[in-house]
């Protein structure tokens, strides 16, 4: 009877060893972990907002760093909807960026149409015009356009607010960005067939760009409704004033009445907090595509 012996061999240095991590697997832990950390710091003044409209101010003198002292309410949110002309506000915010999304839509889309298919003179400069719109500042423009709109008579009116905002290089380079990727003999057979320029640019191009449509619209939307400075300058009746001026009205030095502030500002943040969780995906495929074109 013979017996049969096994012999164990080390394991040599060219074996895979299964305990190894893979890179790519470790570098999408690591953004994920990295996202997660930046989502969480994010969501922190949401939610201590929140927190804060729905106590009574009291306990919030008294604790402020309770989350659950002298419990919840919704009084916050009534009195300021009961003192505060903040329908006004939202209605006023709604129109202008409503126009805004309007008007830069519609001359940015143009702007960089005839920037990449019409050949005319002078369109090296108007290029250059453009990219020296990126690199200025807006708060450089305030002195200048606050004189310009007040020799117009335009101060205290919607289109003081809605004009500067449909003039914005950023879009202008968005649309740039995915007119460039259309084919060009797309282009030159619909001028074959007899189509104007006109069309060409309604039917053709437009339907082709709806992402940068889409992109261009929710963030001048949300520019837009966010302004503060220019709003702050132009509107000077209460009634008129935009959600962001409206809410800074309503700290004061000598009596600062944190639930109904806090309960202020979230009915100011829910409209873009809804208007980003239904087109966030138009938002990423807007700016992914013009990344990669």
């Known amino acids: 009877m013979s017996t ?15 305990r190894t991590v893979d890179p790519a697997k470790l570098f999408n832990r690591l953004c994920a972990t990295c996202l997660t950390l930046f989502a969480l710091i994010w969501l922190v003044p949401f939610v201590w907002a929140i927190v804060t409209s729905l106590r009574p101010d009291g306990s919030i003198t008294q604790h402020p760093t309770s989350l659950f002292g002298g419990g919840w309410s919704l009084h916050a949110y009534r009195y300021a909807w009961d003192n505060y002309p903040i329908g006004s506000w939202y209605l006023n915010s709604l129109v202008i960026s409503a126009l805004s999304v309007l008007f830069t839509v519609v001359l940015c889309s143009m702007a960089a149409f005839a920037l ?41 009116t919607y289109w003081a607010l809605v004009l500067p905002s449909a003039v914005a290089p950023v879009s202008v380079f968005v649309f740039h960005a995915f007119f460039r990727g259309i084919p060009m003999p797309l282009i030159e057979a619909a001028r074959i067939d007899g189509a104007s320029w006109w069309r060409v640019y309604a039917t053709v191009a437009v339907p082709i760009c709806r992402p940068a449509v889409a992109t261009v619209a929710i963030l001048t939307f949300i520019t837009s409704w ?24 309503l700290v004061s030095p000598s009596n600062i009445q944190y639930a109904e502030v806090m309960a202020s500002s979230v009915l100011g943040f829910l409209p873009l907090v809804a208007v980003f969780l239904v087109f966030q995906r138009q938002i990423v495929q807007g700016i992914a595509t013009t990344g990669i074109r």
Do not use: C
């Open 116 to 156: 990449v298919f019409l050949r005319f003179r002078g369109r090296a400069a108007a290029m250059a015009l453009v990219t020296a719109g990126l690199m200025l500042p807006s708060e450089a423009l305030v002195l200048p356009q606050f004189i310009e709109y007040r020799s117009l008579h335009l101060l205290g």
């Open 4 to 18: 049969v012996t096994t012999s164990t061999q080390p394991r040599s240095a060219a074996d895979p060893d299964e």
């Open 226 to 249: 966010n302004a503060f400075l220019w709003p702050l300058l132009v509107l000077n009746q209460t009634k008129s004033q935009t959600i962001p001026v409206g809410l800074a009205s």
